[in-house]
């Protein structure tokens, strides 16, 4: 099993950053793609952000792209999301994903293909 524990989240003003940190534990030899995802509430959890075992492939999702920035460091199994020009619709649980699937642009987008969730953390942005 692997355990994934998020760090970061705050409250912060419009236009500020803030970076995320997902720390994994247990069999973390079996995790190879890892990715960010996000919900506000009322809405659907989105994907945010994903990235290969090596770090790098990285894909991002249309509303975070020049803005947010995924990376890892597999040394301390953690995985980072730094997120910059934040805007309030970014106002959300964010949460770490981690999967024993081969990472694919095709597929990492999508909840199903991640076998592992943290318990999130909350993002928020005022105006």
């Known amino acids: 099993q692997v355990q994934l524990v998020e760090s970061g989240g705050g409250l912060v003003q419009a236009g500020g950053s803030l970076r995320l940190s997902c720390a994994a534990s247990?069999?973390?030899?079996?995790?190879?793609?890892m990715g960010w995802f996000r919900q506000a509430p009322g809405k659907e959890r989105e994907f945010v952000a994903t990235i290969s075992r090596s770090g790098g492939s990285t894909s991002y999702a249309d509303s975070v792209k020049g803005r947010f920035t995924i990376s890892r460091d597999n040394a301390k199994n953690t995985v980072y999301l730094q997120m910059n020009s934040l805007k309030p619709e970014d106002t959300a649980v964010y949460y770490c994903?981690?999967?024993?699937?081969?990472?694919?642009?095709?597929?990492?987008?999508?909840?199903?293909?991640?076998?592992?969730w943290g318990q999130g953390t909350q993002v928020t942005v005022s105006s």
């Open positions: 247990g069999r973390t030899s079996s995790i190879y793609a």
């Open positions: 994903a981690a999967t024993k699937r081969t990472w694919s642009i095709a597929t990492m987008s999508w909840m199903i293909s991640y076998d592992y």
